[in-house]
T-cell receptor
């Protein structure tokens, strides 16, 4: 079955460390997104990519970085510059023209 | 900029009672409108969507939503709530696939 796979599901990080969250999709979707979810704040857009080798900042890109070297992959790096990285991170993808986001199961990052 | 407001942070209903979750949006044109549901620690699942046409939209799990242009609203309804409907519900607004905005979410508790 097609879908979006995020890994790891749970991740613990010490302060000052960079971590990378994986997102892979086999839906052949053009665009991919990263959202951050905190209690009571809904989903906030970190980065999105419409095509390979191109990506744009969302509302809260500071302290994060991404790459889009392959259509099916859109990894997110949470850098040590992110002041409050503990959150639930969701990856999503969309087929251009359909307007409907498909989501992965999420990755929960905890900074110790 | 487009925005989405879900006025109710938390709603409690009795099992078998009817449900209405409110969503208001702000956008210059008619956007794409969505309702998603999220169980704890999981990704988001699409309940229904509105792109154009009939303003009453049927979704999965017995949910429906009505688009009211004059009120800039897209409220979610279900005639009879089941205990398994307890979850968090997100309204979202999108334009093509460039920018998807989410409300803060409404947490639904179902009383036995």
């Amino acid at each position: 079955d097609g879908g979006i796979t995020q890994s790891p599901k749970y991740l613990f990080r010490k302060e000052g460390q960079n971590v990378t969250l994986s997102c892979e999709q086999n839906l052949n979707h053009d665009a991919m997104y990263w959202y951050r979810q905190d209690p009571g704040q809904g989903l906030r857009l970190i980065y999105y990519s419409q095509i390979v080798n191109d990506f744009q900042k969302g509302d809260i890109a500071e302290g994060y970085s991404v790459s889009r070297e392959k259509k099916e992959s859109f990894p997110l790096t949470v850098t040590s510059a992110q002041k409050n990285p503990t959150a639930f991170y969701l990856c999503a993808s969309i087929q251009r023209g359909r307007g409907e986001l498909f989501f992965g199961e999420g990755s929960r990052l905890t900074v110790l | 900029a487009q925005s989405v407001t879900q006025p109710d942070i938390h709603i409690t209903v009795s099992e078998g009672a009817s449900l209405e979750l409110r969503c208001n949006y702000s956008y210059g044109a008619t956007p794409y409108l969505f309702w998603y549901v999220q169980s704890p620690g999981q990704g988001l699942q699409l309940l229904l969507k509105y792109f154009s046409g009939d303003t009453l939209v049927q979704g999965i799990k017995g949910f429906e939503a009505e688009f009211k242009r004059s009120q800039s609203s897209f409220n979610l309804r279900k005639p009879s709530v089941h205990w398994s409907d307890a979850a968090e519900y997100f309204c979202a607004v999108g334009v093509y696939n460039n920018d998807m905005r989410f409300g803060a979410g409404t947490r639904l508790t179902v009383k036995p």
